[in-house]
């Protein structure tokens, strides 16, 4: 007769395995001590990944709105009759120069 796994010559009622996995309330306390470390780690990490987040969107925004300006100063500086450089769809002078074409 094969054992559980298929190997030979091993009876499953051998007792290799045996569910007796009994802790005492000390290895219990020291589980749950280092289940709620490991909580807390987690729930730090968390925290710096939301501040993360939060300083990410500030610093696109920023740049976004720093673009605008660029864009609006190319746009005053450049001489009526010549294209602009780097032309937008967001840009307000490409929304006045539509304007301007249709009538």
Do not use: W
């Not at 290799?16 to 780690?41: G, H, K, P, R, V």
């Not at 990944?49 to 976004?64: A, C, I, Q």
């Amino acid at each position: 007769m094969s054992g559980p796994n298929g190997d030979p010559n091993i009876p499953s009622d051998d007792g290799i395995i045996e569910d007796e996995d009994e802790f005492n309330e000390e290895e219990y306390a020291a589980i749950n001590t280092m289940l709620d470390q490991i909580n807390s780690c987690l729930d730090d990490l968390e925290e710096r990944n939301d501040s993360l987040n939060g300083k990410l969107h500030e610093l696109l925004e920023s740049n976004r709105q720093a673009r605008q300006e660029f864009r609006v100063q190319l746009t005053t500086a450049t001489p009526p009759g010549e294209e602009q450089l780097f032309p937008d769809k967001d840009s307000p002078a490409t929304e006045g120069e539509k304007g301007e074409e249709g009538e």
